[in-house]
């Protein structure tokens, strides 16, 4: 996300997209226009998947989540955690263990920020 990317995905490309459609967002909630996108998906135009949104937590007050009540067939909110599987823990524990081998023989651990 950066000032050229913010906002890339708005009205014009849902007009764009074939009616019935699914968008899914997984990457960051700024980079689309939420208005605009709630406003296809109350149209009935698009149906959506979202895991990130403009703002996080996304607020109880958010037309979205109005939405999401009303017509839940054709909106899916998850919390910013879609990502995860129970796969996912298996290896990011794996990783961690791993990580405290490494430290315990004298390697560098991998992964850290």
């Keep these: 996300l950066n000032p ?6 708005g009205a014009r490309e849902f007009a ?3 009616p019935g459609a699914l ?4 990457a960051r909630g700024k980079l689309v226009d939420q208005p605009a996108l709630t406003a296809a998906i ?5 149906d959506a998947a979202l895991d990130v949104f403009a703002e996080e937590p996304l607020p109880p007050d958010d037309p979205l989540v109005a939405l999401h009540d009303g017509a839940a067939e054709h909106l899916t909110l998850t919390p910013h955690n879609a990502w995860g599987s129970p796969w996912t823990w298996v290896r990011d524990s794996q990783e961690l263990w791993f990580n405290v081998r490494r430290v315990l023989v004298g390697e560098p651990a991998r992964h850290t920020m």
């Design 42 to 46: 109350a149209a009935g135009r698009i």
């Design 4 to 9: 050229e990317t913010e906002g890339i995905v």
């Design 16 to 18: 764009l997209m074939k």
């Design 23 to 26: 968008f899914v967002n997984i």
